[in-house]
Nanobody
Framework: QVQLVESGGRLVQAGGSLRLSCAAS????????MGWFRQAPGKEREFVAA????????YYSDSVKGRFTISRDNGENTVYLQMNSLKPGDTAVYYC???????????????????WGQGTQVTVSS
């Protein structure tokens, strides 16, 4: 069993930056592909970014490419999402996800996900 705990969400002005963190329990963090997803009010949950077990392969949605960066620290069992140039359209609850032995590429389609975090709210004001 893996528990994922997100943090770092808050209210920020448009153009600002935030860094989200997701701390994972357990000793097998390096075997999980990790991803970030978000869900805005009245909308379906959508893919934001994913990173492979080694951190070499990274994928982004078109809407955040060039503004967000996903990274991980396997020694600290933590995955990060650096968000720059934030827009009101980025307002959502952001969720961390883990895919045991899975593919970061498949996580783009929400496939292979074993665990979800509880979410952290990001609100971007105009």
């Amino acid at each position: 069993q893996v528990q994922l705990v997100e943090s770092g969400g808050r209210l920020v002005q448009a153009g600002g930056s935030l860094r989200l963190s997701c701390a994972a329990s357990g000793r097998t963090f390096s075997t999980y592909a990790m991803g970030w997803f978000r869900q805005a009010p009245g909308k379906e949950r959508e893919f934001v970014a994913a990173i492979s077990q080694s951190g070499i392969k990274r994928y982004y949605s078109d809407s955040v490419k060039g503004r967000f960066t996903i990274s991980r620290d396997n020694g600290e069992n933590t995955v990060y999402l650096q968000m720059n140039s934030l827009k009101p359209g980025d307002t959502a609850v952001y969720y961390c996800a883990a895919a045991f032995g899975g593919s970061a590429q498949e996580m783009r389609l929400m496939r292979g996900i074993n665990y979800w975090g509880q979410g952290t709210q990001v609100t971007v004001s105009s």
